[in-house]
């Protein structure tokens, strides 16, 4: 069974870009309780800075499906919120990230090694029937 990249993900990113700008009025990272309230049951549209674009929905459960933009199908992943932050065991590689919201209401994860900083941007439930 494939497992998706659930895309936190920027194969080659070469620098880490600081969160000072750009964050709403309050420019701390969500908590644990705001980052499981915002992603459980809802559906992720994630955009790496590499190009990459993404479609996750997070179940209660902590399934995932994720689809690539221009992929027929979803794939299968897994989530979890840990302290504040959420993880992934996806492929061989675990991560974890801070979700910092932004002032035109999408989201900002920033991996916790400093390696990827996708954008997001949530709705509510699953209305890509993934």
């Not at 600081?18 to 644990?32: H, K, N, Q, V």
Request: glycine share 8%; hydrophobic share 40%.
């Amino acid at each position: 069974m494939k497992i998706s990249t659930l895309a936190f993900a920027a194969p080659s990113v070469a620098a880490l870009l600081l969160l000072t700008a750009g964050c709403a009025d309050d420019p701390r990272p969500l908590t644990g309780a705001e980052i499981e309230t915002l992603l459980s049951g809802n559906t992720a549209y994630i955009k790496n800075r590499n190009g990459l674009e993404q479609t996750a929905h997070l179940g209660a459960d902590g399934t995932a499906k994720v689809r690539d933009r221009g992929a027929a199908s979803a794939e299968p992943a897994r989530w979890h919120v840990m302290g504040d932050s959420i993880c992934h065991d996806l492929r061989p590689v675990y991560k974890c990230y801070r979700i910092w919201p932004q002032e035109d209401g999408a989201y900002i994860a920033q991996s916790i090694d400093n390696a990827w900083q996708p954008r997001l941007t949530i709705k509510k439930g699953n209305p890509e029937g993934l």
